[in-house]
């Protein structure tokens, strides 16, 4: 079997609030799906956290080291973009568009062999994950509806971010997560400060402050509390903070995680998938991170088939219990066939069909694709 051609197809129409500054609109393309096609007529699907055309450049560079090679050889294919990216932007845009050359190429893979991804990368430690509703902070009124709605769902397990929190006042902050609580009752409930924001005005000293705070509430940990690069600052918050300090989601690729890890910087890392350089990275970070005793969850604000990786890599990594569920999410909860369905206890079943175990819903596709063919393996 041998790769012939990738596809790329941004998502538009309703892409959700971020909660940043510069708020993004319903047009705005930030997520792309890639499609690996080969000869043989399996076609693997991707998703990146960058917009179409950062990574219809990106994919116009690596495309030569692509054709012709065979896909079930992931990592070295992935290992190879990597070290090829040296010269032209590695760490960035090709980085974002590797991660989903990466998932699309274990979704080929998992087709090919008949087995679901999370299988061939080490085995299968669960076959259903609690999913976290992840949603912005409001005033009070909205975001306890909101939450609320959620809870009658099913979900179990909430994180709050952005908004105004670490941005006006101590009160604010308080006031926002003591509202949450209560919406929730004793569901698990986590705080993202959203420090990776264009100059967050959050420092180490308010985040300490913060975290003391939090530990009242019984939140299950503090993320993004600091900007991404402060990895001092991270190392001195996590080692005196009386809740979890989780960060990670914007840095790419296992080398950009190695030094939080070994300086012990998270008690929670959280790797995009669709960014830090797809399922392979991610699951060496994983590695990486059980050896010194750090939990993965991963960052998972885009859409269903990120969603639908994130579920590959929970099963095959011991210690990922959580999976990000970006709640209100047409890219998410339209994007493929069927439905994400909640059980009982609120988890969802990991897919087990082969490959990522999910497929691309054509009128979905339509709807909200740069190219409404996108989902005809034969377009």
Known sequence: MKITRVETCGLRGETPKGGWSNEL???????????????????????AFTTENLV????????PHLVGQDPVEVERITEMLHQTAFWMGRGGA???????????????????????????????????VRPYASVLMDDAGPMT???????????NAFKIGWWKFGRVDAATDEHTVATARAAIGDRLLAVDAGGSEGFFPGGLAWAKRTARMLADYDIAWFEE???????????????GSPVPISGGEV???????????????????QPDTTKGGGLSESRRIGWEAQDLGIRLIPHGWNTAIGLAADLQLSAA???????????????VDDLVAGEWRLDADGYLDIPSDPGLGVSLDPEAVEKYGTRPAFADPKS
């Open 251 to 269: 840095l790419t690729r296992r080398q950009s995680f190695a030094p939080y890890l070994r300086r012990r910087a998270f008690d929670i890392v």
């Open 317 to 331: 990594l011991a210690s990922t219990d959580l999976v990000e569920y970006k709640t209100g999410s047409a890219y």
């Open 25 to 47: 609109r319903p047009n705005d393309v930030v997520h792309t799906l890639v499609a690996v096609h080969t000869d043989e007529g399996i076609t693997g699907i991707g998703s």
């Open 94 to 128: 090709l980085t974002h568009a590797t991660s989903a050359i990466d998932i699309a190429l274990w979704d080929i893979a998992g087709q090919a062999l008949g087995q679901p991804v999370g299988r061939l990368l080490g085995g299968r430690h669960r076959t259903r």
């Open 56 to 63: 219809r450049g990106a994919i116009d560079l690596l495309l």
């Open 225 to 239: 509390a600091l900007a991404p690069d402060d990895l001092e600052g991270f190392a001195e918050l996590r080692a």
């Open 145 to 155: 509806d909101n939450l609320t709605r959620l809870v009658e769902q099913g979900f």
